[in-house]
């Protein structure tokens, strides 16, 4: 079997309503989606976690691909990835999430080749069910979705999910620059959802040390599961973590500073990020060797979910649900997607390799807003449009 051509396609996939967070508003996802093609007629699905990622795919990795064995992935890995001390020595890294986004459908083609589900290549199912949060944040109303910019109808968005989808883990960002608007955010959450509800925050690195010691002390006693990146650097949640019980997470997968350091506790990663689904289960192997907890990433399309479901089924370190965008996505481009939880869980697909199909009339749609539209910016700042968000370091 070879590569005979990869298809690039670059998408919008908006969302109702967008939210806040640290950089301005985020109005939904820009992607490229991945078809790898071979000479015995499968066809494999990969998605890149940015559009910009697609056009090295395009200029780069998909050149260097065609003729190659796609169930060889060192091979597939060796023609388009420099060894990791050059891409450390350059702080290039680019053709590493290029690849991992490739890598996505040299898997699936693996698992329609042998039909079976990926999760069944990785080893087995240890779960089928798979935990996902819902998600908050302040969002202002568009076209009768969203509005919710305060504390009561954050709690009341919260409550709804609870009783149409039997919502309990819940994550969000509450980023508008008021630290006594989180602290009084999270005391109203807790006190309607109730003490068995999860509550996650994410902060996109918007506190200085100094006010995130007060906002964790004053939250603290409001049993919070995790607070993501609560300050810029692994050393100022080093410091933090003498002051607070709270674990921490960061997007940042960077495992030897945070064993070094003690914190934080968490990787919430994208696996194109990390390199591909091989990559990501070394990462994760190494996470469960130095104690250190791991988690999917949040506003990916049906195609990386997939991912995500299947490599947390064959996971049994993978506890913590994963975050998740879904209710506020309007589409997708696979197939009956989005995905969307119900009773905190989604079912890990049962077809070969991810198990999901491309939507055509979908992928026409998504892919006329990008070239109609370019790609969405998630650094709009609505009160001086064309500038980034600067929030202060309280």
């Given amino acids: 079997m070879k590569i005979t051509d990869i298809k690039v396609t670059h998408v919008n996939v908006p969302f109702d309503a967008p939210f806040y967070w640290s950089a301005g508003l985020y109005p939904g996802a820009s992607k490229s989606i991945i078809e790898v093609f071979t000479d015995e007629g499968v066809v494999g ?19 260097a691909l065609i003729g190659a064995d796609p169930l060889d992935l060192a091979d597939c890995e060796a023609r388009c990835v420099p060894p990791y001390q050059i891409t450390a020595n350059t702080g290039e890294n680019a053709a590493t999430v290029a690849f991992g986004a490739v890598e996505l ?10 039909d079976m589900p990926l999760y069944k290549l990785l080893g087995g199912a240890v779960r089928k069910d798979i935990p996902f949060t819902e998600y908050f944040a302040f969002r202002p109303e568009q076209n009768g ?13 919260c409550l709804k999910m609870r009783e149409e989808h039997g919502s309990t883990f819940f994550e969000g960002k509450l980023i508008l620059g008021d630290p006594n608007l989180e602290i009084k955010t999270v005391k109203m959450m807790r006190e309607a959802l109730g003490d068995e509800a999860m509550i996650r925050l994410d902060s996109n690195m918007q506190w200085s040390l100094t006010t995130a010691r007060w906002v964790l002390r004053e939250i603290e006693q409001y049993n919070i599961r995790n607070y ?7 050393e100022e949640m080093a410091e933090l973590r003498k002051h607070s019980i709270i674990p921490f997470s960061t997007h940042i997968p960077d495992l030897r500073r945070a064993v070094d350091l003690g914190a934080p506790d968490y990787f919430v990663c994208n696996f194109a990020a990390l390199g591909g689904i091989s990559n990501t289960m070394k990462f994760i192997a190494a996470c469960e060797a130095m104690g250190k907890g791991f988690w999917c990433y949040s506003n990916d399309l ?9 490599v947390v089924a064959a996971t049994p370190w993978i506890t913590e649900p994963s975050q998740s965008l879904f209710r506020w996505q309007i589409g997708d481009v696979i197939e009956e997607g989005p995905f969307r939880q119900t009773n905190n869980v989604i079912p890990v697909p049962e077809g070969a390799g991810l198990g999901v199909k491309l939507c055509a009339e979908s992928m026409k749609r998504w892919a006329k807003d ?18 980034y968000r600067k929030l202060p370091l309280n």
């Fill in 105 to 114: 459908a040299l898997w699936d083609i693996r698992g329609k080749v042998f």
């Fill in 145 to 157: 979705a969203g509005g919710e910019m305060s504390p009561e109808a954050i709690t009341e968005y």
């Fill in 302 to 310: 049906g195609i990386m979910t997939s991912a995500y479901l299947h």
């Fill in 228 to 234: 993501e990146d609560p300050v810029a650097t692994f």
């Fill in 370 to 387: 990008f070239e109609d539209n370019g790609p969405m910016s998630h650094f709009y700042d609505p009160k001086n449009p064309g500038r």
């Fill in 45 to 63: 699905l990969g998605e890149a976690p940015w559009w910009h990622f697609g056009e090295i795919i395009k200029e780069e990795i998909a050149p």
